[in-house]
């Protein structure tokens, strides 16, 4: 049997952050809004992706912490049990609590209704309608005076020779294993996979990550890459950059994968096999064309500045329209489309001073612009690259290992790019936003006030290297 709902302001399509945002922007409103999910309430932040890994990832790191105890004098290293399956139990019900305060619940306490199930548009350009075959049976359909598309994304695979018979994990059902695996391959060697790979190797798999372009971390800076690239070896994860994987064959054994490096080929061994290769949007069997929604060569919902569809009543925001796929963007996408589609705010995103964070330990983190876009730009750049051995914070930790990377305009000396990997390098890339937002020139970065003893103190010594040596200098980077 089929129902029909109208009346509805907003119908959402998905419950990830952008659909939530944009649901409490428009009650907040006093819109009537309805939000239609055929998985899981919340999306993939908080069951398949930030939440879930950085509980491992937290609990990764205490557990290598005490392996490396013995870099302070009069510690010694101690190797933690992993009892793996507790710690997965633990990771779901921390999702499960988030999961109702942060979405279910909020939902209730707003007011408005979730229906589960899975939709498509109808109807016609003028007049597009949502048809729902619903979860537990049956169908309903939505009419509403603006549709939000905020059906996120997911993890997407090369075509790779025998990888679709052999089946392969991603990052969201490698953390639904029930047992650590004795080794893994993990392919991709971008923050996804840069995290995964950590995450097994310091609860004690054997990992080897293989990546098709030239280093890890392709997309950062060569100086952060080499740092990472470093990281691994200490932590005695085999890394294969410039390799291309090309076949997979499984068997009761496990996978045996070949990978190309040039002219040459090499065979890998290992029990799992983690494809961490990218995201695609998740459009299929929206029948976007129905109702004039265009959609580009990845599957992503085309959108203007203000997230707009092809169609002026239907909208788009998070990773299903192509951007930059953090969940803060998709959240900030959601409240833009509530405003502009019911306060006729017409407000549009600046990403120019948006920052990034990969959490791996020592975590990677950017905001602005790289050293090679300066140079694309046109604009002539002046860089300083400070070793993290002149940060007394890292001293006092006993680590290190990284740096902090200020890119300038050399004619205005304005900060235009900050690249780091520290150990708080998601805390410390905040405040490089703030100065970049505020167009913050390396001489005023160094004469900023920065706590003693702090990661960020980093900032204010790397800017300094601009102009004396950091090594000849006090403490408290006066």
């Keep these: 049997m089929t129902t029909t709902g109208s009346g509805f302001d907003l119908a959402v399509l998905g419950s990830g952050s952008a659909a939530f945002a944009a649901a409490i922007a428009a009650t907040n409103q006093g819109r009537r809004v309805v939000m239609v999910e055929r998985g899981t309430t919340g999306g993939t932040c908080v069951n398949v992706g930030c939440v879930p890994s950085k509980a491992l990832l937290a ?39 988030l999961r109702a305060e942060k979405y279910t619940g909020l939902a209730d306490d707003y007011g408005w209704e979730i229906v589960h199930g899975t939709a498509a548009f109808t109807g016609t350009t003028e007049a597009p309608l949502l048809e729902v075959g619903l979860n537990d049976g049956g169908s309903r359909r939505i009419e509403a005076a603006n549709y939000l598309i905020a059906t996120g994304s997911a993890p997407w695979a090369p075509p790779v020779d025998g990888l679709v018979e052999a089946g392969y994990l991603t990052s969201a059902t490698a953390m639904e294993l029930d047992v650590l695996p004795e080794s893994m391959v993990v392919a991709g060697g971008n923050a996804v996979g840069l995290e995964q790979a950590q995450v097994f190797a310091r609860l004690g798999t054997r990992v080897t990550v293989i990546e098709a372009l030239d280093r890890l971390g392709p997309f950062e800076e060569p100086e952060v890459s080499a740092a990472i690239e470093e990281v691994f070896a200490d932590e005695g994860i085999a890394v294969h950059t410039s390799a291309a994987l090309i076949a997979v064959r499984r068997d009761e054994h496990g996978y045996t994968l070949t990978a190309r490096r040039g002219g040459a080929s090499t065979e890998l061994r290992a029990e799992q096999l983690l494809i961490a290769t990218g995201r695609r949007p998740v459009t299929a069997g929206l029948n976007l064309d129905v109702v004039g929604v265009k959609t580009g060569t990845r599957g992503e919902v085309v959108v203007d500045d203000c997230q707009r569809t092809t169609n ?27 405003d502009n589609a019911f306060a006729g705010a017409n407000r549009t995103l600046d990403y120019a001073a948006l920052p990034r964070v990969t959490f791996t330990s020592p975590a990677i983190a950017a905001v602005g612009m790289t050293d090679a876009q300066v140079a694309e730009a046109g604009i002539r750049c002046d860089c300083r690259t400070l070793p993290l051995q002149y940060v007394p914070r890292a001293l006092a930790n006993r680590d290190t290992r990284g740096l902090v990377k200020l890119v300038a305009d050399a004619d205005t000396r304005r900060v235009l790019g900050v690249h780091v990997i520290a150990d708080g390098a998601g805390d410390l890339i905040t405040a490089a936003t703030y100065a970049i937002t505020a167009g913050m020139t390396v001489d005023q970065l160094a004469h900023t006030w920065a706590p003693y003893l702090t990661m960020a103190e980093a900032l204010k010594l790397a800017a300094q290297t601009f102009t004396s040596d950091v090594a000849k200098l006090s403490c408290c980077a006066g």
């Excluded at 392996?67 to 633990?90: H, K, N, S, T, Y």
């Excluded at 788009?316 to 959240?331: E, I």
């Design 312 to 338: 002026e009543r239907i909208w788009a925001a998070g990773d299903v329209a192509g951007g930059p796929q953090f969940v803060y963007v998709a959240a900030a996408q959601g409240t833009l489309v509530a």
């Design 59 to 97: 609990a990764a790191e205490v557990r290598h912490g005490a392996e490396a105890a013995g870099r302070f004098p009069g510690l010694g290293a101690a190797e933690l049990p992993v009892g793996f399956g507790e710690l997965i139990d633990g990771k779901e019900a921390l999702v499960d609590q």
